[in-house]
T-cell receptor
């Protein structure tokens, strides 16, 4: 099956710093990737849709200047949490769709962010 | 926005028992998916359903896409301890650009 990786798996940072999370599709090309955030004991909430070669589409209430998304290649999307604050602490998960027009999302293993 | 309803929030069963989970929606979805998530991991796709009425199996798992396209169920037969985890249903609506709407998940505990 399709494999999606994320790096790092967990990160601890000081308040005010920026953190970059990478999402890679390892054995397929992904024109579309998605970024989710999951708080403890809650469901996945979609933050944005990342399209290769174009600007990301953000969900309502998600600050695009705070959560910078870059999808520079067909196998890599990055999420940068800028000026992170403790309330940004969460589990960030990406997913990728295999091929153009594909329907099944394959999820990465997630990145645990803790902002002190 | 669209929401998927999953309840109860938690289920506790004995090893060997069968369990059924339901997912309902107030609106129609074209695709239903069931994922399992273990602590500290991303969701793993269990079963994908693409047609109303479709019944699909994956080992001990069976899922059905409701005729009305507003519901789906997942059955786990002969449960084992490694079935423990959070089970999410997700729906994809027409014209949604592949975006998924997730249910709140059901945490399954299996007593040995």
């Amino acid at each position: 099956g399709a494999v999606v990786s994320q790096h790092p798996s967990r990160v601890i940072c000081k308040s005010g710093t920026s953190v970059k999370i990478e999402c890679r599709s390892l054995d397929f090309q992904a024109t579309t990737m998605f970024w989710y955030r999951q708080f403890p004991k809650q469901s996945l909430m979609l933050m944005a849709t990342s399209n290769e070669g174009s600007k990301a589409t953000y969900e309502q209430g998600v600050e695009k200047d705070k959560f910078l998304i870059n999808h520079a290649s067909l196998t890599l999307s990055t999420l940068t949490v800028t000026s992170a604050h403790p309330e940004d602490s969460s589990f960030y998960i990406c997913s990728a769709i295999q091929g153009a027009g594909g329907e099944t999302q394959y999820f990465g293993p997630g990145t645990r962010l803790l902002v002190l | 926005g669209q929401q998927l309803n999953q309840s109860p929030q938690s289920m506790f069963i004995q090893e060997g028992e069968d369990v059924s989970m339901n997912c309902t929606s107030s609106s129609i979805f074209n695709t239903w998916l069931w994922y399992k998530q273990e602590p500290g991991e991303g969701p793993v796709l269990l079963i994908a359903l693409y047609k109303a009425g479709e019944l699909t199996s994956n080992g001990r798992l069976t899922a059905q896409f409701g005729i009305t396209r507003k519901d789906s169920f997942l059955n786990i037969s002969a449960s084992i301890p490694s079935d423990v985890g959070i089970y999410f249903c997700a729906g994809q609506a027409a014209g949604a650009n592949s975006k998924l709407t997730f249910g709140k998940g059901i945490t399954l505990s299996v007593r040995p």
